[in-house]
């Protein structure tokens, strides 16, 4: 339930002691009104307006389940990219292997990359059991067009190299339902084309279609926070929430998803109500939290997140659900923000562009008045861009340039 994993990791350090409400139950249609202002999905209604538009032939969903009927090598492709991150010198007799075992895929996936969106008929009533078992593959498609690009550029054939790496951020494109799970796998498949288009400058100084491309891409690709993901997540919480409010309706939910919670029933209003604005307040405050330092972000989490839990903790079948998700990590951390990583990569770029790399140290203020430093790090043709945050001395964000 890779779903509910990446939930837990923001909402389920959340449920141990049920403390009486501080919120009214007048004020549930406040906060629902509130939460809307603020760009929040509140019911399942909001969140589907939020999800792409698409039409049939503009869907890649078929192709996506022809891809995953093939399978393929994943581990193949898994050790491929690790031998090029770390400049391995056999990382292109491991691509020219990963290419060779996956290659009745590459014309799904080039076909894939043609399309406007991914766009699933998901079961969105069931709120936190919603699982998305495509990420995993897709994930494998995108690696492989950015092991073509690899092949390519060794090749000589710069053209097709760009044509290739092109292709790969379109396909990271496609995945975008807001929501944090597949936020967190575009966000990490966009930041892997900016890396490799980086890693390809470098290898190759001559070819500045490389550095042109990855200022542009740079420029033109916006990667949503953490935050933008957590407000639609809000929606699935409550949907589940509401799920447990009669018995009816949790022996429907139980029966939808499978799990094996008991039929218990929740709190009688006004408590319920209270509980639900309770929940929807807490959220609101949980996005204000990734405004913080870094340094700040776990405590303020850890504190929202158990009065969180205590809430839900009111509904009785809240700990089935807590005791159905396992253990839960305890070190969860925001993924790094547009701002951050446009920084980083603009210095990455500048560096490519002058083709002398040389140790440097930058201070500057984000956007949210947090002072950093971009410290720029050589060694030999290789070198390493960070973003440390002045306070904690702690890594924002960090590019390795091979």
């Given amino acids: 339930m890779k779903h509910l994993i990446a939930l837990n990791l923001l909402v389920f350090p959340l449920l141990a002691c049920s403390p009486q409400p501080q919120v009214n139950a007048a004020d549930l249609e406040t906060e629902i009104k509130l939460a809307r202002a603020e760009g929040f999905a ?18 890649a969903a078929d192709l996506v389940f022809e891809m995953i009927e093939l399978k393929g090598d994943y581990s193949a492709v898994e050790k491929a990219k690790i031998s090029l991150d770390e ?12 290419l060779l075992k996956n290659q009745a895929l590459i014309p799904l996936i080039q076909e894939i990359a043609t399309k406007k969106a991914i766009s699933f008929d998901r079961k969105w009533d ?38 290739q790496i092109n292709q790969a951020m379109d396909f990271a494109k496609l995945i975008n339902e807001p929501l944090l799970f597949p936020g967190v796998a575009q966000s990490a498949m966009k930041i892997l084309v900016f890396k490799t288009t980086a890693m390809l400058a470098n290898k190759h100084p001559n070819q500045n279609v490389y550095t042109n491309s990855l200022k542009q891409m740079i420029a033109q690709n916006k990667i949503l926070s953490t935050a933008d993901f957590v407000k639609n997540e809000l929606a699935l919480v409550l949907a589940t929430y ?27 209003e006004p ?3 209270m509980r639900k604005a309770e929940i929807i307040k807490l959220f609101r405050e949980t996005v204000q939290v990734y405004n913080l330092p870094k340094s700040d972000i776990p405590a303020a989490l850890s504190k929202i997140d158990s009065q969180l839990l205590q809430v839900l903790k009111s509904n009785p079948n809240a700990q089935n659900l807590v005791d159905s998700l396992g253990p839960i990590p305890s070190s969860w951390k925001p993924f790094a923000t547009d701002e951050q990583i446009k920084i980083v990569y603009g210095q990455v770029a500048k560096i490519l562009e002058s083709k002398t ?19 720029t790090e050589v060694d030999g043709s290789s070198f390493r861009v960070s973003l440390i945050e002045t306070s904690s001395q702690e890594p924002l964000l960090r590019a390795v340039i091979q």
């Avoid at 990382?91 to 990963?98: K, L």
């Avoid at 509401?242 to 009688?268: Q, R, V, W």
């Avoid at 203020?365 to 002072?371: E, T």
């Fill in 357 to 375: 790399p040389a140790p440097s140290e930058t201070n500057m203020q984000l956007k949210n008045g947090v002072q950093v430093k971009i410290l």
């Fill in 42 to 59: 509140v019911t399942i209604e909001d969140l589907r307006k939020k999800m792409p538009s698409v039409s049939k032939e503009d869907n």
């Fill in 87 to 98: 400049g391995d010198e056999s990382a292109m007799a491991h691509v020219e292997n990963a």
């Fill in 126 to 163: 069931i709120g936190v059991a919603l699982t998305f078992p495509e990420i995993r593959t897709l994930k494998m498609g995108h690696q492989i067009l950015l092991l073509m690009a690899w092949k390519s550029a060794n090749q000589g054939d710069h053209t097709n190299a760009i044509v």
């Fill in 271 to 273: 408590e319920y109500s």
């Fill in 242 to 268: 509401d799920a447990f409010k009669t018995k009816e309706s949790s022996e429907l939910y139980n029966k939808s998803t499978g799990s094996p919670f008991n039929s218990k029933l929740a709190p009688n």
